[in-house]
């Protein structure tokens, strides 16, 4: 299994980033996905999650703010985040909800205030 997250960058605060991860090597549509961030010094953290049938679950910090969503026809995790704050700098990862997989390279996300 492979996961890709790509999509992350350089942004200002109050700005928007896509991120994207292509999953690979499983059956996509029947597994619960998540994002989960982790900035430096910190453990690595839930941000949001949805189910298969589309149920969607996100942190108190990011409510509001992130998107996420998922194309079961490409396999492609989405996470639409807007009004970006400096403390959602980390880099981000995609893995099912119950971490299945081994964890990709992530996507880094900065955000300057």
């Known amino acids: 299994v492979q996961l890709q997250a790509s999509g992350g960058g350089l942004v200002q605060a109050g700005g928007s980033l896509k991120l994207s991860c292509k999953v690979t090597g499983t059956n996509f549509g029947i597994n619960g996905m998540a994002w989960y961030r982790q900035a430096p010094g910190n453990q690595r953290e839930s941000v949001a999650s949805?189910?298969?049938?589309?149920?969607?679950n996100y942190a108190d910090s990011v409510t509001g703010r992130f998107t996420i969503s998922r194309d079961n026809a490409r396999r492609i995790l989405y996470l639409q985040m807007n009004t970006l704050k400096p403390e959602d700098t980390a880099r981000y990862y995609c893995?099912?909800?119950?971490?299945?997989?081994?964890w990709g390279q992530g996507t880094l996300v900065t955000v300057s205030s």
């Open positions: 949805i189910t298969s049938e589309g149920r969607r």
């Open positions: 893995n099912t909800i119950g971490k299945s997989y081994s």
